[in-house]
């Protein structure tokens, strides 16, 4: 059984990007958010196993959506794609909740080694 993905990425590059690269694995796109006000408003309704979350957004950025959710959902399992890949970012990430980090620009193993170490 597949694993439902909440995509949440103001880029409509990367949306396609983790398309092609999810595609052929146990992990499909359960919904795409343009917005972590978008991400939040959808999460009850999708209930996805995994959110990816980019991190600069317009609006609300994507560390405190993610408070938001887990605040909702504790259970909610959250990684976070971003091109920030400075240290401050990877601990307020991990200080937020999230299970993972995966830096942009990110390749199919990189991404598959990541979400797979969630589910463990």
């Not at 959808?42 to 979350?53: A, C, F, G, R, S």
């Not at 991404?111 to 969630?118: A, I, M, Q, S």
């Amino acid at each position: 059984m597949s694993k439902r993905i909440m995509v949440v990425d103001d880029s409509r590059l990367v949306r396609v990007q983790l398309a092609d690269l999810l595609e052929g694995t146990d992990y499909e796109i359960a919904a795409y958010c343009r917005s972590g006000e978008e991400a939040i408003a959808q999460y009850d309704e999708v209930n996805p196993d995994l959110v990816t979350m980019d991190i600069i957004m317009h609006g609300m950025d994507g560390l405190e959506a993610s408070k938001i959710i887990l605040k909702e959902h504790p259970d909610a399992k959250i990684v976070m794609l971003s091109s920030l890949a400075y240290d401050d970012t990877y601990e307020k990430a991990k200080e937020v909740g999230a299970k993972g980090f995966v830096d942009k620009p990110f390749h199919r193993e990189q991404l598959l080694k990541v979400l797979g170490e969630v589910f463990c």
